[in-house]
């Protein structure tokens, strides 16, 4: 989420905002309201009326809406998620682009333990370089997720009482 501008962002939750039932015709009208009165002004009073149109159906509108901000760029972008965070907060804290690195940096960490378990107890030991290995990874769990040092620590606890 930190490396993705609100443009990428707005690309990856379109899916998820036009789905069936996600904002309510209620939500959509106070956003495109928010972005169309509010400092600084996203949408023209005429880009307004077009995506408040009720003889289009909503995906139709969010989609042209969403399309169009998109286009004019990161600011537009950004002040749509303001909105957004303003009249369907709930809706906001799920959306695909906020949940997406929590459970990869998990997955990563405990790749990264498994793969480093796998290595010091798979390979044959070696008297010259594996201590000092063990005295180096034994620091790792410091730059490690915390849910993943726990285990790390456990495979390593035996073999540091002997150093």
């Not at 149109?53 to 809406?65: E, I, Q, Y």
């Not at 907060?89 to 940096?105: G, I, V």
């Not at 010259?128 to 034994?138: D, Q």
Request: aromatic residues 8%; positive net charge.
């Amino acid at each position: 989420m930190t490396d993705q501008t609100y443009c990428d962002r707005l690309v990856q939750d379109t899916p998820f905002l036009t789905g069936q039932g996600r904002l309510s015709e209620q939500q959509v009208d106070r956003i495109i309201l928010q972005l169309n009165r509010y400092y600084p002004q996203v949408l023209t009073n005429k880009e307004a009326e077009k995506f408040r149109n009720p003889k289009a159906s909503l995906r139709v509108r969010l989609c042209d809406l969403l399309s169009h901000l998109q286009q004019r760029g990161e600011r537009h972008c950004q002040e749509f998620y303001r909105a957004l965070y303003i009249h369907a907060q709930p809706l906001h804290s799920h959306l695909p682009s906020r949940c997406t690195p929590r459970p990869m940096s998990f997955l990563a960490g405990l790749g990264l333990a498994a793969g480093l378990a796998l290595l010091l107890y798979c390979c044959p030991p070696d008297p010259k370089v594996l201590p000092g290995t063990r005295r180096i990874l034994a620091f790792s769990p410091v730059i490690i997720d915390r849910h993943v040092s726990r285990y790390l620590l456990a495979f390593l606890a035996d073999d540091l009482r002997g150093l």
